[in-house]
Antibody
Framework: EVQLVESGGALVQPGGSLRLSCAASGFTFSSYWMHWVRQAPGKGLVWISRVNGDGSSTSHADSVKGRFTISRDNAKNTLYLQMNSLRTEDTAMYYC??????????WGQGTLVTVSS | QSALTQPPSASGSPGQSVTISCTGTSSDVGGYNYVSWYQQHPGKAPKLMIYEVTKRPSGVPDRFSGSKSGNTASLTVSGLQAEDEADYYCSSYAGSNNLFGGGTKVTVL
């Protein structure tokens, strides 16, 4: 069974940093693209970042480019999202997803990031 | 990187059909056959319902179908059931990134 378990969400002050993790199991992690998607409270889904199977290709949405970095450790079956210079508008549930470059097959349950002073 | 455009709400009675549109541009929806649809119930993670415009993952009822014409994709839910009441999001590959629509709340009357 595919499992994606996010962690690392917390309350952080504006300008602060946070690293999210996503522990994957039940599939060959290195064979899949992985994405991060976020959802602000009461709002819609927003795609944030994607990384290919070996970590050599990444893309980020303009809204986080230069502040967020997606990466992966295939030896640990773990996906990461390093978030720097956090803003109040980054407050959201962050979902880890498994897929290919264009489709998100499986979703984790999410981890909540709150940016507030 | 503008979001795709979806109507905020749609509704139908049990047994009826409802169709949700998703409008983009030639740089996303119209440029690739990589539109997918996700269902999200309150407090739950989204679930893939349709991918590559028309394909259904294993386990998704054939009441759910997808199509595309030009820059607009559509999701049709036939034979509406109570459990279909949820938010639905379209998504499209757009080259350097992926885009989501704003979401449509489907109400079963």
């Amino acid at each position: 069974e595919v499992q994606l378990v996010e962690s690392g969400g917390a309350l952080v002050q504006p300008g602060g940093s946070l690293r999210l993790s996503c522990a994957a199991s039940g599939f060959t992690f290195s064979s899949y693209w992985m994405h991060w998607v976020r959802q602000a409270p009461g709002k819609g889904l927003v795609w944030i970042s994607r990384v290919n199977g070996d970590g050599s290709s990444t893309s980020h949405a303009d809204s986080v480019k230069g502040r967020f970095t997606i990466s992966r450790d295939n030896a640990k079956n773990t996906l990461y999202l390093q978030m720097n210079s956090l803003r109040t508008e980054d407050t959201a549930m962050y979902y880890c997803t498994r897929g290919n470059m264009v489709t998100l097959y499986s979703w984790g349950q999410g981890t909540l990031v709150t940016v507030s002073s | 990187q503008s979001a795709l455009t979806q109507p905020p709400s749609a509704s139908g009675s049990p047994g009826q059909s409802v169709t949700i549109s998703c409008t983009g541009t030639s740089s996303d929806v119209g440029g690739y056959n990589y539109v997918s649809w996700y269902q999200q119930h309150p407090g739950k993670a989204p679930k893939l319902m349709i991918y590559e415009v028309t394909k259904r993952p294993s386990g998704v009822p054939d009441r759910f179908s997808g199509s595309k014409s030009g820059n607009t994709a559509s999701l049709t839910v036939s034979g509406l059931q109570a459990e279909d009441e949820a938010d639905y999001y379209c998504s499209s590959y757009a080259g350097s990134n992926n885009l989501f629509g704003g979401g449509t709340k489907v109400t079963v009357l």
